[in-house]
């Protein structure tokens, strides 16, 4: 009977792989409802969540929404650029908008 060593390797690829921060910009045509829906739809966060950072970027005219792979930070963008215009608000002429810039 021999004793055999099992050597494993962990990829350390994804984990060092940059990050990038995908930002919601804060306008005056979307309502704090919308902001909430488009957050809970498209990125999966709880109402509380999803309210703290509609607050958030009301308040302080940016919020960080997810931080991610480059690939995925670009198709959120898209994805909130794609969303819509406001239902709730009469004049509200698209969605909202959003950039991607890297993470510290």
């Known amino acids: 009977m021999s004793?055999?060593?099992t050597i494993t390797h962990t990829d350390h690829r994804q984990s060092l792989a940059p990050r990038?921060?995908?930002i919601l910009?804060?306008?005056?045509?979307?309502?704090?409802d919308y902001v909430v829906e488009m957050l809970m739809s498209l990125f999966g966060h709880s109402l509380?969540?999803?309210f703290s950072m509609a607050m958030e970027v009301d308040s302080q005219g940016v919020v960080i929404v997810e931080t991610t792979s480059y690939e995925r930070a670009l198709l959120k963008q898209e994805q909130i650029h794609d969303y819509g215009p406001d239902p709730r608000i009469r004049d509200c002429q698209g969605s909202m908008t959003a950039v991607v810039e890297p993470a510290p």
């Open 25 to 32: 910009c804060d306008d005056d045509a979307h309502s704090y």
């Open 3 to 5: 004793d055999t060593a």
């Open 48 to 50: 509380e969540r999803a």
């Open 20 to 22: 990038w921060h995908v």
